[in-house]
């Protein structure tokens, strides 16, 4: 399957949200224009069981793939179909040999294996990945896990298994639920509902980014007053560069940041809206993306979903927060305890009820 192969316009790529199997097929995306960097990585998801021979090949442009933590359950990923050899041919670049001269993903030389599989394939794991670019120091591509748990909706924490966990915060009060040196990331929980209509404080509405001696990067990110997204103003444009998001107030410092890619000392900050459009009311759905070298994870602002009517979905606006890398030797806190990375503490506990 030879689908985007050669197209040089095509520089972003996005799989949907999937239950099926997924194969990408050989050749799929070569000579494609695909320019994925660590501000935005190609993420491919658990879903895809297979990535055949010569999928991405000279696609020299590419510079960050990360995987989506794949559960026991799903079927094991297999990289290319051959019977000798090793994987760069999926990646290969377009310079002979690939080597530490190659472009993006293209230098990576894979040591041989042993192949098994219904493909002649061997079931590789990122780390061998890791292993093969690690022998192109000086290229700036990498391969990583896309870490895939989560706080959503009202609100649960999701593992990369699919486990899901309810917990309580105190109401309005900004909580630490993350710390990994230099950073701490705090939540608070609120009711943007009127009590007739809803009881408890359900969703994220702000999370806070605190950097160990260095208050000035302090960032936040809280979502707007809900009653402006009920206007019937459906032909809003979604924010360019240099202008505010329309559903999440964003500063750094107390400085307010626009909608582009910030870079400051230990982070880099990118707010946009969702590339689908989708709308929360007359705004977009839009996504606060930090990253550091060791953290990465995205702020979305979403509707409450949980409601049949479209106006109380609005005014339940929240957050969701997608932790997409982390270092597990450096985590602590509430939600590495939830998602059983590290041992729950009886202060955590308290949080599996009502407060």
Known sequence: MQGFCGIKSLKRLEFEERSLPLSIGGSAFA????????????????????????????????KRLEFATRSGLQTALQIGTQTTGHFSHVFSSSEEGAGPEG??????????????????????????????????????????????????????????DGTETSFYLPENKLMSVFEQPPFAISYRVANPLDAAHHAGADWITEVGVAVNGAPANYVNISIVNP???????FTREPPLVGAPLSTMRVSVGGKPLMAGVHTFPSMVIKTTFDPKKKRVGCGYVEHVDITTADLRFRVSSARAKKFAEPEMQVKALHLDVEFRHFDRAAMRGVLPELWGLAPLSEATSKLLSPQ
């Open 227 to 233: 009653d402006t997204l009920l206007q019937s103003n």
């Open 103 to 160: 472009k993006g993903l293209g230098c990576i030389q894979f040591p041989t294996f042993g192949y098994t599989g219904t493909y002649g394939g061997h079931t590789t794991t990122v780390a061998e990945l890791e292993a093969g670019l690690a022998l192109c120091p000086e290229s700036p591509a990498r391969i990583a896990y896309g870490v895939t748990y989560t706080s959503k909706g009202d609100p649960r924490t999701k593992t990369a």
């Open 31 to 62: 000579s494609s224009g695909l320019n994925h960097d660590a501000e935005d990585p190609l993420i491919i998801p658990a879903t895809v069981f297979f990535i055949g021979d010569g999928a991405f090949q000279w696609t020299n442009d590419l």
